[in-house]
T-cell receptor, first 107, second 114 residues
Framework: AQRVTQPEKLLSVFKGAPVELKCNYS??????LFWYVQYSRQRLQLLLR??SRESIKGFTADLNKGETSFHLKKPFAQEEDSAMYYC?????????FGTGTRLTVIP | GAGVSQSPSNKVTEKGKDVELRCDPI?????LYWYRQSLGQGLEFLIY????????KSGLPSDRFSAERTGGSVSTLTIQRTQQEDSAVYLC????????????FGPGTRLTVT
């Protein structure tokens, strides 16, 4: 069965410190993984997808099939990164979301 | 252009009443999704529409929940005989069918059942 696990509900880091939001998945096929972000009082939006191997707002995420992980990383956190982050796995007709990690960047 | 819109933004209803939630997807997006976001939970998939195909209803939690999509555009999610456990934020999203993982979300409807 498809499942996405985000083990940390809350994560606090100081401004300028590195940040890593963990995501593990279980999927029998070839996974497509995404990170979505929800800033305060804004709607949920796509941050990045593993296929494009891009860096968005300084964030990157590498798919590790051996560890079934798709952790989101940024070398230097900024205050504007404070938000709720969801890891998602694409199924046949929908996305499977993790329970989310609330990131707080302390000034 | 305009994003996904949902109405109402907030709905308070009494237990046992029926409610209707509306979603207007982005023009040209033939795929439409409903999710439920409960406190402390992730987003729970409810239903998926793609064009004129039969919807994927596999995520609907009970037969009190139903959804329609008229004319391939606007969708309505109906909850009959609401229960307190139905209280949640209901999110609608749309996408191109070729990119199901790249979904555009509406602002949600916060439903409170008293």
């Amino acid at each position: 069965a498809q499942r996405v696990t985000q083990p940390e509900k809350l994560l606090s880091v100081f401004k300028g410190a590195p940040v890593e939001l963990k995501c593990n998945y279980s999927y029998s096929g070839s996974p497509e993984l995404f990170w979505y972000v929800q800033y305060s009082r804004q709607r949920l939006q796509l941050l990045l997808r593993h296929i494009s191997r891009e860096s968005i707002k300084g964030f990157t995420a590498d798919l590790n099939k051996g560890e079934t992980s798709f952790h989101l990383k940024k070398p230097f956190a900024q205050e504007e990164d404070s938000a709720m982050y969801y890891c998602a796995l694409s199924g046949a007709n929908n996305l499977f979301f993790g329970t989310g990690t609330r990131l707080t960047v302390i000034p | 252009g305009a994003g996904v819109s949902q109405s109402p933004s907030n709905k308070v209803t009494e237990k046992g009443k029926d409610v209707e939630l509306r979603c207007d997807p982005i023009s040209g997006h033939t795929a439409l999704y409903w999710y439920r976001q409960s406190l402390g939970q992730g987003l729970e998939f409810l239903i998926y529409f793609q064009g004129n195909s039969a919807p994927d209803k596999s995520g609907l939690p009970s037969d009190r929940f139903s959804a329609e999509r008229t004319g391939g555009s606007v969708s309505t999610l109906t909850i009959q005989r609401t229960q307190q456990e139905d209280s949640a934020v209901y999110l609608c999203a749309s996408s191109y069918p070729s990119a199901p993982g790249e979904q555009y979300f509406g602002p949600g409807t916060r439903l409170t059942v008293t």
